[in-house]
């Protein structure tokens, strides 16, 4: 499952529209199975600390 927006993109500051998904993560599905998938959008105060969102990943190898 998906947590988080789609985008990945925004300006520093919290509440303005976001932007486009512009950061990927990129796995073999022959050797990884995508189990969890996120862009995390913690902030403080009323800035973010980036413009790109961080994006998580739980994989699992394939045996």
Same mark, same amino acid.
């Given at each position: 499952?998906? =947590?988080?927006?789609?985008?990945?993109?925004? @300006?520093?500051?919290?509440? !303005?529209?976001?932007?486009?998904?512009?950061? =990927?993560?990129?796995? @073999?599905? !022959?050797?990884?199975?995508?189990?969890?998938?996120?862009?995390?959008? #913690? $902030?403080?105060? !009323?800035?973010?600390? $980036? #413009?790109?969102?961080?994006?998580?990943?739980?994989? $699992?190898?394939? @045996?």
């Amino acid at each position: 499952p998906h =947590y988080g927006p789609n985008s990945t993109w925004s @300006t520093f500051f919290v509440g !303005q529209e976001l932007g486009d998904r512009i950061d =990927y993560i990129f796995v @073999t599905p !022959q050797y990884l199975r995508v189990l969890q998938h996120a862009v995390l959008t #913690d $902030s403080n105060a !009323q800035h973010y600390p $980036s #413009d790109h969102f961080p994006v998580l990943a739980e994989l $699992s190898i394939k @045996t």
